[in-house]
């Protein structure tokens, strides 16, 4: 389970509003897949998902060029690279007969550890930069 704490926040409370939200579905996610949804009530949850991060990763690349992020290419590679990886287990998900273990337990894995790393360790250096101006 992904707890959210205050030393995670960038400072933007959009983005950091987001980023709790991100949390939340991913714990979402977990409790659905654990307690043995059924697929197409997971499908529509990873359909939210998957449009959710779109969304958050378009504002928060907004807010980093309004601020002149010096890293923010390097930042648009890592959001594309998770859609990218994000969109396969979808598929691998939707091409399967029914809610697969191995492939819900690496879904879990995959979107805690992404996420959890990413706002800890990239996301907050936009915040460090943001109050260094």
């Known amino acids: 389970m992904l707890l959210w704490r205050s030393n ?56 980093q060029a309004s601020i002149g992020y010096p890293d923010i290419e390097e930042h648009k590679k890592l959001h594309k690279l998770f859609i990218k990886d994000f969109l396969a287990f979808k598929a691998d998900f939707d091409k399967g007969s029914g809610v697969e273990s191995a492939l819900v337990i690496k879904m879990n894995k995959f979107l805690s550890d992404w996420l ?10 936009i915040g460090d930069y943001a109050k260094s101006k």
Do not use: P
């Open 8 to 63: 995670l926040e960038i400072g933007n409370e959009s983005v950091d509003s987001q980023h709790k939200a991100l949390f939340e579905a991913v714990n979402e996610f977990n409790k659905l897949t654990t307690q043995g949804k059924a697929k197409e009530e997971i499908k529509k949850y990873l359909e939210f998902m998957g449009n959710y991060a779109i969304q958050h990763f378009k504002e928060e690349e907004e807010y």
């Open 116 to 125: 959890f790393e990413h706002v800890s360790m990239v996301d907050k250096k």
